[in-house]
Nanobody, 114 residues
Framework: VQLQASGGGLVQPGGSLRLSCAAS????????MGWYRQTPEKQRELVAD???????NYADSVKGRCTIARDNSKKTMYLQMNSLKPEDTAVYYC?????????WGQGTLVTVSS
């Protein structure tokens, strides 16, 4: 099983980005899919996650600005990020929980700067 994260880049404050995380291999209907982020100054932290029935959970810092979604048929997860702030700058990682095992993507860098 491999996860491929994409969609990061440089964006100005107030801008938007859409991250994607696509799984390959024998993984179907991951129990939980989540986005995490990490900076050199902070430990990896949860941004948002979504369970198999579509219920989502968000960090307080991104509530109202981000929307997580999943497409089980495509084994893909998305994170729409709006009203981005400089403090959102980080490497974003995706993680799938499947049959008790965590699978991580390689990370995609989001830089919010003018």
């Amino acid at each position: 099983v491999q996860l491929q994260a994409s969609g990061g880049g440089l964006v100005q404050p107030g801008g938007s980005l859409r991250l994607s995380c696509a799984a390959s291999g024998r993984i179907f209907g991951a129990t939980v899919m989540g986005w995490y982020r990490q900076t050199p100054e902070k430990q990896r932290e949860l941004v948002a996650d979504i369970i198999s029935n579509g219920a989502a959970n968000y960090a307080d810092s991104v509530k109202g600005r981000c929307t997580i979604a999943r497409d089980n048929s495509k084994k893909t997860m998305y994170l729409q990020m709006n009203s981005l702030k400089p403090e959102d700058t980080a490497v974003y990682y995706c993680k799938f929980l499947f049959r008790g095992d965590d699978y991580w993507g390689q990370g995609t860098l989001v830089t919010v700067s003018s």
